[in-house]
């Protein structure tokens, strides 16, 4: 079991961060946010603009200028969505932590139940399964089910975990453990890492059936073939090569930062716009 587990929280205490990478998500952005911030228990929202070309910055600035518990950032440089996650995480202070993607896949609504494990203290991390008692699921790419089934499947043979979706989206995070692991992967990699991470850590590790509104490549999805061979290579960099002490640094207790985090090195990478 981790080191400092979160104690049990009240319901209505809860501190809830929601983190959002956002790439050229301008038509949906809006959307999303606003369901977002309706969502029980959010204290901040983290938008990372990963230098978007289209009007995703321009509608983010505005929506962080309307809400307080919008804060927005922006890569000057194209890093991908776990670069984007790594400058998010870093910036959150909740006592927990949710990933939410900036398209329209993932519903909002369904947080409160994601995170619900963790508030009861029987988790450490939750997943969000698209795979378990089917809910709500758009049908798509039958190879892209083929794909994310078999990482996974190979993904648990290393971690000797019995997960049923690691490449989903929705995944919730004591705020302390995310925050204090060290994220060394790149574009699509963070799945797979902290997956092997969390196993390794010993976490309490969850998994809560969700709905699934998934779009084709012409509406805007972004993982391709060179994603997925990328992800079977962290499975075996992050199982076999990555060790379990170099995988977690010390946190101050109730500090809400990293110690040793990057954010404050980026500087001309990233564009802090805390606009309240």
């Known amino acids: 079991m981790p080191d400092t587990p979160l104690k049990a929280l009240p319901l209505q205490k809860a501190r809830l961060s929601v983190v959002m990478p956002a790439f050229n998500e301008g038509p949906t952005i809006e959307q999303i946010v606003r369901k977002v911030l309706v969502v029980p228990h959010v204290c901040e929202l983290i938008i990372v603009d990963d230098c978007s070309t289209d009007d995703t910055g321009d509608v983010a600035r505005k929506l962080a200028a309307d809400f307080p518990a919008i804060r927005y950032f922006r890569h000057e440089i194209n890093q991908g969505k776990t670069a984007a996650l ?67 499947f190979f993904s648990n043979v290393f971690t000797n975990v019995n997960m049923s979706d690691i ?69 075996l960099r992050y199982n076999l090569f990555s060790a379990r002490s170099s995988a977690f640094r010390e946190e101050a207790s109730g500090s809400g930062t990293i110690e040793g985090s990057d954010l404050g090195g980026q500087i001309g990478a990233v564009s802090r716009q805390h606009l309240r």
């Open 86 to 152: 790594r400058t998010g995480f870093a910036a959150t202070t909740g006592d927990i932590v949710v990933v939410q993607d900036a398209d329209l896949e993932y519903d909002p609504s369904e947080i409160p139940e994601l995170i619900a494990p963790i508030i009861e203290e029987k988790a450490d991390v939750v997943f969000g399964s698209r795979f378990m008692v089917r809910r709500a699921a758009r049908v798509l790419y039958f190879s892209h089910y083929l794909a994310n089934r078999f990482l996974t």
């Open 167 to 235: 490449e989903t989206c929705y995944k919730a995070f004591r705020g302390d453990l995310i925050r204090s692991m060290r994220i060394t992967s790149s574009g699509f990699g963070f799945e797979v890492e902290v997956t092997a991470k969390m196993a390794k850590r010993r976490c309490r590790i969850y998994e809560v059936p969700i709905s699934y509104y998934g779009r084709t490549y012409e509406e805007g999805k972004k993982i391709g073939i060179p994603d997925g061979i990328a992800a079977f290579w962290y499975v």
